[in-house]
Antibody
Framework: QVQLQESGPGLVKPSQTLSLTCTVS??????????WSWIRQPAGKGLEWIGR???????NYNPSLKSRVTISVDTSKNQFSLKLSSVTAADTAVYYC?????????????WGQGTLVTVSS | QSALTQPASVSGSPGQSITISCTGT?????????VSWYQQHPGKAPKLMIY???KRPSGVSNRFSGSKSGNTASLTISGLQAEDEADYYC??????????FGGGTKLTVL
């Protein structure tokens, strides 16, 4: 059974860089044809896809966040990471990591529990 | 890339059927058979309920079904139960290796 766990600072100052890591257990991050993705959800609002990475290192990002987002993978640690630069209060949200499956990598079958990141001085 | 359009809320009584719509464009929902649906209870992570428009993952009740017509996808829940009360989100492939979610629908079981 694949499990994902997000980790990282719960508080980030405005204009700084948000950094989160997702640790995958119950299977190798580099086995199978999977993407690994980040999704966020502001309090009381809907889900927003941030981006995804293939185990080869190939990435795709939400066009609205592309200029500020970097997703990377460390197969030796079975982890993938998110960096979001120049954060503002609008980036305050619960951040989820998830495994992505499908012919074009279009659906999320395993999710982490989510981690709340607050942007505030 | 705009969010897909879902009704803010729907409701139904136990045993009834309800349908949640998810409207996009020919660039996302209408252009591909890659729509998925997620159920989210308060304080919990979303759970995959339907993928590739109408396929059900193992372990998901057959009371949940999905379909698509043109630019609109739909999730139908039959035999409504109290535990179905949750938020539901659709998601579609939007071309150029991107994905887009709907705004979410709150289902109330009366």
């Amino acid at each position: 059974q694949v499990q994902l766990q997000e980790s990282g600072p719960g508080l980030v100052k405005p204009s700084q860089t948000l950094s989160l890591t997702c640790t995958v257990s119950g299977g190798s991050i580099s086995s199978g044809s999977y993407y690994w993705s980040w999704i966020r959800q502001p309090a009381g609002k809907g889900l927003e896809w941030i981006g995804r990475i293939y185990t080869s290192g190939s990435t795709n990002y939400n066009p609205s966040l592309k200029s500020r987002v970097t997703i990377s993978v460390d197969t030796s640690k079975n982890q993938f990471s998110l960096k979001l630069s120049s954060v503002t209060a609008a980036d305050t949200a619960v951040y989820y990591c998830a495994r992505v499956r499908g012919t074009v990598g279009s659906y999320f079958d395993y999710w982490g529990q989510g981690t709340l990141v607050t942007v505030s001085s | 890339q705009s969010a897909l359009t879902q009704p803010a809320s729907v409701s139904g009584s136990p045993g009834q059927s309800i349908t949640i719509s998810c409207t996009g464009t020919s660039s996302d929902v209408g252009g591909y058979n890659y729509v998925s649906w997620y159920q989210q209870h308060p304080g919990k992570a979303p759970k995959l309920m339907i993928y590739d428009v109408s396929k059900r993952p193992s372990g998901v009740s057959n009371r949940f079904s999905g379909s698509k017509s043109g630019n609109t996808a739909s999730l139908t829940i039959s035999g409504l139960q109290a535990e179905d009360e949750a938020d539901y989100y659709c998601c579609s492939y939007a071309g150029s290796s991107t994905l887009v979610f709907g705004g979410g629908t709150k289902l109330t079981v009366l």
